[in-house]
């Protein structure tokens, strides 16, 4: 009998939806062990969950999360809700004994993120989380060219995620802004992502000396523009940071960056030559390398094709390109190769409780005006 992977999805919004492309998506793009069953989706209310179900091809729906975290029918508990939900809802479907794919941060907090990574140890579920750029067949042509040696030792990383949604003052008041829902500001939310990215091509970062801004202190609320909602986290953070191997690097990112609409871009030097990455231009990878006879020497321009890791999947043809969504589908090919398959899956809850170390010391660095060594 055919191996079968049912999914519960709780949340509906920007990530809801960008799940539910990829249930869809990865069922045809890729060979899968097994059948990816797009089983209940939990909202706030039943209404808004029927009307979601319906949308993105779910067969049930439920106005309460718990209903279907305990749902015999359900094997892998998706969190695609707010930030402050993740912890309550992870450890409820780990006490279940259910697989857990959640979006990142995993945690508001290292101290949540740790609790959730052992639980879920301890009961020996499998768990995921979010990081979807790493999943970009660019990058994964980058971390080969990187653990091959092409670009020597790496000795740097440079690395941005910076987007403008927030940058006109104007824009209403949000759960990212409050820290008892978000934890951190960008510093949680995109930074996380030029963490895990640096964490993945280079090493584990071990220390941080860094500096944070709120530079929009008031927004006006949604409900009422004329009420006023007081901004607790970041809006912009840099920070230095040494790496396990030796590297060196910084990172920054910002939610208030004008005219960067997707800027996670990042630069890795090494003894031997360069990679430049620009998520913007998600199929394309800047590679320079010192063995180029000199009159020749120069960044030249890769495009992704059917040669590089899972890119072959999608599309026969070289340089057509990929888009968000896609990086999403190889994430959930990643979740049920994982359980169906019995793959390793990465990053796991492992993984990410990392990211939220990282972030933690990276307040920590600012609020003692000091380097932190995790
Ligand atoms: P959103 O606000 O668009 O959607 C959240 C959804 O969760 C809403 O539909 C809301 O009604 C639902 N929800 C809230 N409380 C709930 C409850 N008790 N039960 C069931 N549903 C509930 O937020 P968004 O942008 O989708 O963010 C969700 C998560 O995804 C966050 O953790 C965020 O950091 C992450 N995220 C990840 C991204 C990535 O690139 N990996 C990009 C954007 C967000």
């Known amino acids: 009998m055919m191996k079968r992977l049912r999914i519960g999805l709780i949340g509906s919004g920007y990530m809801g939806k960008a799940h539910a492309i990829a249930f869809k998506a990865a069922n045809a793009v890729f060979p899968l062990s097994g059948e990816l069953i797009c089983e209940m989706l939990a909202e706030v209310t039943s209404e808004l969950a029927e009307k979601k179900a319906q949308e993105f091809g779910f067969c049930r729906a439920t106005g309460d999360w718990r209903e ?27 006490a279940a004994g259910k697989h857990v794919y959640s979006e990142k941060p995993l945690a508001l907090n290292s101290a949540d993120a740790l609790v959730m990574t052992e639980a879920a140890e301890q009961a020996g579920v499998k768990t995921l989380v979010g990081f979807n750029y790493s999943k970009n067949p660019t990058v994964q042509l980058a971390k080969e060219i990187i653990d091959s040696g092409e670009i020597g030792e790496v000795v740097h990383f440079r690395g941005t995620f910076n987007e403008d949604y927030l940058a006109d003052a104007r824009v209403p008041f949000s759960w990212r802004l409050k820290r008892e829902f978000s934890g951190a500001g960008t510093l949680g939310d995109m930074g996380a992502h030029i963490i895990n990215m640096a964490n993945y091509l280079v090493a584990p970062i071990t220390q941080v000396c860094a500096d944070l801004q709120i530079v929009h202190q008031q927004r006006p609320m949604l409900e009422d523009a004329n009420k006023i909602g007081t901004v607790e986290n970041d809006d912009q953070v840099h920070m230095m940071v040494r790496f396990a191997n030796g590297a060196i690097g910084t990172l920054e990112s910002s939610r208030i960056a004008w005219g960067r609409k997707n800027g996670l871009w990042f630069e890795v030097t090494g003894t031997k030559g360069t990679l430049i990455y620009d998520q913007e231009r998600l199929s394309e990878l800047q590679l320079y390398t010192a063995s180029d006879k000199s009159s020749r020497q120069g960044f030249r321009r890769i495009l992704v094709g059917p040669e590089h890791p899972d890119y072959g999947h999608f599309c026969v043809s070289a340089g057509h390109g990929l888009g968000y969504n896609d990086m999403k589908a190889v994430e959930v090919r990643d979740l049920v190769e994982g359980i169906l398959a019995d793959r390793p899956m990465w990053p796991d809850f492992r993984a990410a409780c990392h990211v939220n170390q990282v972030c933690d010391a990276v307040e920590q660095s600012y609020q003692e005006a000091r380097w932190v060594t995790l």
């Open 68 to 94: 279907l975290i305990n749902d015999p029918d359900i094997d892998v508990v998706d969190i695609c809700a707010p930030n402050y939900l993740h912890k309550e809802m992870a450890l409820a479907a780990i």
